[in-house]
């Protein structure tokens, strides 16, 4: 810390192109914010002690395929299966095609299994008593304004009801939020339909569902169950996969997109342009420098102290604007969020954001630093001096 104030002066020797460089750094960690924020959210669906409390199972050939409703009896006597519920894609869009909302009909108790959403139980009761009642996630009722009392058309994108058309009609008679004033997740975006009334007024839909959600005594022996349950259909029409809530999501939306991997590639590109430019206005600081460095050694400082005060230069720099871009993106996250009306919605920057981050940051640092910094460990006194 004895020469901070050296490597300050040193830093900010060319102001310009230190912001510049600094700019640049900013825009490169406000776009990791953004996107390891979205990229942490989906790697931790499921991932609550509820979740791994809950199995899905699914048809083995495709989450498109139904299941028959019997085997919803055979589950429950499945042993450490301590309670059984199901639910349908409905597909959904409002106002237009665009509006693509995330709709099920699911069975009575399907809120049973998930005790981190919490209904009013006014609202609940009317929900069992309502038959084209539906429960909406806060952030949609946010998004389009909605109220409770409310009748709103949606028009599927898969299934008719009974007069032939696409064209639907509900009440929103409930609130799904997130207990305690957290989150409730993928649930804060849903819309939740009775599973009979669909099944009624539907003529595509008759004794099966899309999926069940089973919930385990012990979440030690779960494997052992799923393997029992997908036992029950083995070698006939209908076989079942069944996993762990966490995987199953994983592996649905591995089939639209690898999240982890187009977050990477994104990364990647931007980081390896950061190192180039970075390292650039490095090599430039001390080759300007030359001189001044030589001066240092003559009065006294060894080549491992040049080496350091290089390299805290180059880490100083690149810590500066990383702190503020993903300080940035903290603060705009909920603004862009609150402004949109949860159209756009951004998760908040955890820790696993800022520990990547900060790592990031000195690993960048370092590999931008280490050439320059070894140029002028090794600088010879006599030639610096003289020019060459």
Same mark, same amino acid.
């Given at each position: 810390?004895?020469?901070?104030?050296?490597?300050?002066?040193?830093?900010?020797?060319?102001?310009?192109?230190?912001?510049?460089?600094?700019?640049?750094?900013?825009?490169?960690?406000?776009?990791?914010?953004?996107?390891?924020?979205?990229?942490?959210?989906?790697?931790?669906?499921?991932?609550?002690?509820?979740?791994?409390?809950?199995?899905?199972?699914?048809?083995?050939?495709?989450?498109?395929?139904?299941?028959?409703?019997?085997?919803?009896?055979?589950?429950?006597?499945?042993?450490?299966?301590?309670?059984?519920?199901?639910?349908?894609?409905?597909?959904?869009?409002?106002?237009?095609?665009?509006?693509?909302?995330?709709?099920?009909?699911?069975?009575?108790?399907?809120?049973?299994?998930?005790?981190?959403?919490?209904?009013?139980?006014?609202?609940?009761?009317?929900?069992?008593?309502?038959?084209?009642?539906?429960?909406?996630?806060?952030?949609?009722?946010?998004?389009?304004?909605?109220?409770?009392?409310?009748?709103?058309?949606?028009?599927?994108?898969?299934?008719?009801?009974?007069?032939?058309?696409?064209?639907?009609?509900?009440?929103?008679?409930?609130?799904?939020?997130?207990?305690?004033?957290?989150?409730?997740?993928?649930?804060?975006?849903?819309?939740?339909?009775?599973?009979?009334?669909?099944?009624?007024?539907?003529?595509?839909?008759?004794?099966?569902?899309?999926?069940?959600?089973?919930?385990?005594?012990?979440?030690?022996?779960?494997?052992?169950?799923?393997?029992?349950?997908?036992?029950?259909?083995?070698?006939?029409?209908?076989?079942?996969?069944?996993?762990?809530?966490?995987?199953?999501? *994983?592996?649905? $939306?591995?089939? =639209?997109?690898? &999240? !982890? %991997?187009? +977050? @990477?590639?994104?990364?990647?590109?931007?980081?390896?342009?950061?190192?180039?430019?970075?390292?650039?206005?490095?090599?430039?600081?001390?080759?300007?420098?030359?001189?001044?460095?030589?001066?240092?050694?003559?009065?006294?400082?060894?080549?491992?102290?040049?080496?350091?005060?290089?390299?805290?230069?180059?880490?100083?720099?690149?810590?500066?604007?990383?702190?503020?871009?993903?300080?940035?993106?903290?603060?705009?996250?909920?603004?862009?969020?609150?402004?949109?009306?949860?159209?756009?919605?951004?998760?908040?920057?955890?820790?696993?954001?800022? *520990?990547?981050? $900060?790592?990031? =940051?000195?690993? &960048? !640092? %370092?590999? +931008? @630093?280490?050439?320059?910094?070894?140029?002028?460990?090794?600088?010879?006194?006599?030639?610096?001096?003289?020019?060459?």
């Amino acid at each position: 810390m004895k020469y901070f104030h050296l490597i300050w002066a040193a830093l900010f020797r060319r102001k310009a192109r230190t912001f510049l460089t600094l700019a640049s750094i900013l825009a490169a960690f406000l776009l990791f914010g953004m996107l390891d924020g979205i990229r942490t959210t989906f790697a931790q669906l499921g991932q609550s002690a509820d979740g791994a409390q809950r199995l899905q199972t699914t048809s083995r050939l495709s989450i498109v395929e139904t299941l028959p409703i019997s085997l919803e009896s055979r589950i429950r006597r499945v042993d450490n299966i301590e309670e059984v519920t199901w639910a349908n894609w409905f597909g959904g869009a409002y106002q237009n095609p665009r509006n693509q909302l995330f709709t099920f009909a699911v069975a009575p108790n399907y809120l049973d299994l998930y005790p981190e959403v919490d209904v009013e139980p006014a609202q609940l009761d009317a929900w069992k008593r309502t038959r084209d009642g539906i429960l909406v996630g806060q952030q949609m009722m946010t998004r389009f304004g909605w109220e409770v009392g409310q009748r709103i058309p949606l028009q599927s994108t898969i299934f008719p009801n009974s007069d032939g058309t696409l064209n639907w009609s509900f009440e929103i008679v409930g609130v799904l939020r997130g207990k305690e004033g957290r989150s409730a997740g993928f649930t804060d975006a849903l819309i939740l339909m009775h599973y009979d009334y669909f099944e009624e007024a539907t003529p595509y839909v008759d004794d099966t569902v899309g999926w069940y959600i089973s919930r385990v005594s012990d979440v030690n022996r779960s494997d052992a169950a799923a393997k029992a349950i997908d036992a029950l259909s083995v070698n006939s029409p209908n076989e079942t996969k069944t996993m762990n809530e966490q995987a199953a999501m *994983a592996a649905q $939306l591995n089939q =639209m997109a690898d &999240i !982890g %991997l187009i +977050v @990477g590639s994104i990364m990647g590109a931007v980081f390896f342009t950061l190192l180039l430019l970075t390292g650039n206005t490095m090599a430039q600081a001390v080759r300007e420098r030359t001189s001044e460095l030589a001066v240092l050694k003559t009065i006294g400082f060894t080549s491992a102290s040049v080496l350091g005060m290089v390299l805290a230069e180059s880490i100083l720099l690149v810590v500066i604007g990383g702190v503020l871009g993903l300080g940035l993106a903290a603060v705009l996250s909920p603004v862009v969020t609150a402004a949109s009306n949860g159209v756009i919605s951004l998760p908040a920057i955890g820790w696993q954001s800022w *520990a990547l981050g $900060l790592g990031l =940051m000195i690993v &960048i !640092g %370092l590999l +931008v @630093g280490a050439l320059p910094a070894m140029r002028a460990m090794r600088l010879n006194i006599v030639d610096a001096l003289a020019g060459r």
